[in-house]
């Protein structure tokens, strides 16, 4: 099983571009999740969803949307890139149940940069 | 705002020490708290969990918590070079649709 893949591993935007951020995951988790990991800080959740078709805003969730038409996939998109946006992202995903035997699996990270 | 306090550090400390990692947090509403270990430009993976106060251990790790006071550490013993790593505690809020709050990190280097 390759868990949760993201890509790009790196991408550098220019000011006012869009992207799209890709996460798959081949563990058939219901739950995925996008952080944002700035220098210094802590990981901040900008969206998750508990199932194909369902999606909710985390705590910093401005100039991003997400979609989940299917259990695998959970992309990112920005719109018009700002420099505030340059981070670290991580998707994971976990499966249905309790916190005590649902561990979160996070990918490998996309570095963004905009410039 | 559920919020989390964690010492960035860095902490250098020689092979063999005894490491202790600690964050603070004020909202009663967290259940649960997990430590994740962050390598160099990877994702954070699981190292404990726990969900009652008092110590919890896993080989050279020990989580204890303390939920009168608010207060959850992390204990490494017999300290190696591979456990160099940025260490981040998390809070667990939300029910059986369960998130995460994370501190900043503590970023450890163990040196041999």
């Known amino acids: 099983n390759a868990g949760v893949t993201q890509t790009p591993k790196f991408r550098i935007l220019k000011i006012g571009q869009s992207m799209t951020l890709q996460c798959a995951q081949d563990?058939?988790?219901?739950?995925m999740y996008w952080y944002r990991q700035d220098p210094g800080m802590g990981l901040k959740l900008i969206y998750y969803s508990v199932g194909a078709g369902i999606t909710d805003k985390g705590e910093v969730p401005n100039g991003y949307n997400v979609s989940r038409s299917t259990t695998e996939d959970f992309p990112l998109r920005l719109e018009l890139a700002a420099p505030s946006q340059t981070s670290v992202y991580f998707c994971?995903?976990?499966?249905?149940?309790?916190?005590?035997?649902?561990?979160?699996?996070f990918g490998q990270g996309t570095r963004l940069t905009v410039v | 705002q559920k919020e989390v306090e964690q010492d960035p550090g860095p902490l250098s400390v020689p092979e063999g020490a005894i490491v202790s990692l600690n964050c603070t947090y004020s909202?009663?509403?967290?259940?649960?708290f997990m430590w994740y270990r962050q390598y160099s430009r990877k994702g954070p993976e699981l190292l404990m969990y726990?969900?009652?106060?008092g110590n919890k251990e896993d080989g050279r790790f020990t989580a204890q918590v303390d939920k009168s006071s608010k207060y959850i550490s992390l204990f490494i013993r017999d300290s190696q070079p591979s456990d160099s790593a940025t260490y981040l505690c998390?809070?667990?809020?939300?029910?059986?649709?369960?998130?995460?709050?994370f501190g900043k990190g503590t970023l450890l280097t163990v040196n041999p």
């Open positions: 909202n009663s509403a967290f259940q649960y």
């Open positions: 563990m058939n988790h219901n739950y």
């Open positions: 998390a809070m667990v809020w939300g029910g059986s649709n369960y998130k995460l709050t």
């Open positions: 994971a995903s976990r499966p249905l149940g309790d916190v005590r035997n649902t561990e979160a699996f």
């Open positions: 726990t969900y009652s106060s």
